[in-house]
């Protein structure tokens, strides 16, 4: 399972289109054997630094990011997509509007 999300000003993350989306990617977050505790350590351990890389670039001030759970128990990914939920600064990035590698 993987979830592409979009990160930065929370007054902006839902003003990127698709397009912008895709022109700007900046980190792929590999969760794979992380327990549930482990992976929002390391979610908010890198945060920080993906939200001043938006706020460093251009209008909205957003960047796209891709987090990978793996395909075992669901469990890492419900957590993983709480915290999507719960963080701020964070959204579900828009169906479709994944880079290419």
Not at 1 to 8: K, P
Not at 34 to 44: G, I, N, Q, V
Not at 50 to 75: H, K, M, T, W
Not at 81 to 99: D, E, F, G, H, Y
Request: with cysteine.
């Amino acid at each position: 399972t993987s979830y592409q999300i979009n990160v930065g000003l929370s007054e902006n993350l839902y003003l990127t289109s698709k397009k912008q989306a895709r022109r700007r990617s900046s980190a792929t977050i590999d969760l794979h054997g992380f327990t549930k505790s482990e992976a929002t350590d390391k979610l908010e351990e890198v945060l920080p630094s993906l939200v001043d890389e938006a706020v460093r670039g251009s209008y909205p001030f957003v960047i796209s990011a891709n987090i990978v759970c793996g395909g075992g128990s669901q469990e890492l990914s419900e957590t993983v997509a709480s915290w999507i939920k719960k963080t701020r600064c964070v959204a579900n990035a828009p169906k479709n509007s994944l880079m290419p590698q």
